[in-house]
């Protein structure tokens, strides 16, 4: 089982609404060396633990954006990448295979650099509606800052599920 997540805090930039949640990082959330599916072994994951809503398999985008009235798990599947979080002054990441990533609604995220092979899997919780905003739209930054914090705490963590560190450490 994994240990307990890093945490990372971003503050409303101006830009991308980020979220008062901090943004969660496992790092080797599952080991995948061995695995002839690691894009089902990450769906599986989430799927036990309640995050299967709308699952997707692709990269990241290479711009800043964010979800302001849900919130997202990034599992990665393959290769690695190194990611910013929390937009433009957030923190840049090293992911690689097994690593798991929860971003609370409105924190920003982007794809700086990935290997050829990057894959990753995304996923949301059942409370929250998919919507995408990019960094720099004014309008969407106001709506994010309302609607990002009234997002509900989902009742299980992506990782570890209702005994997860995501429940105790957003409920602060």
């Not at 997540?5 to 943004?23: Q, Y």
């Not at 080797?28 to 894009?39: H, N, Y």
């Not at 919130?71 to 910013?84: P, T, W, Y």
């Not at 929250?128 to 969407?140: I, M, V």
Request: aromatic share 8%.
């Amino acid at each position: 089982m994994p240990g307990n997540p890093l945490t990372f805090r971003f503050d409303f930039d101006g830009e991308v609404p980020n979220s008062p949640h901090p943004a969660l990082v496992y790092k080797t959330a599952r080991d995948l060396s061995a695995s002839k599916d690691p894009e089902g072994a990450i769906e599986s994951l989430f799927r036990q633990n309640g995050w299967g809503r709308d699952m997707w398999r692709d990269g990241v985008y290479p711009y800043v954006h964010y979800h302001p009235k849900i919130h997202e798990a990034l599992g990665v599947a393959r290769g690695s990448a190194i990611l910013r979080i929390g937009g433009d002054r957030g923190e840049t990441l090293t992911v690689g295979a097994g690593d798991v990533l929860v971003l609370p609604a409105g924190t920003g995220h982007q794809r700086l650099s990935a290997s050829d092979d990057f894959c990753v899997i995304g996923a949301y919780p059942p409370e929250g509606e998919y919507s995408l905003s990019r960094a720099g739209d004014q309008d969407a930054y106001v709506r994010g800052l309302q609607s990002a914090p009234e997002v509900l705490v989902p009742e299980n963590d992506p990782v570890r599920g209702a005994s997860g560190p995501l429940c105790q450490i957003w409920a602060r």
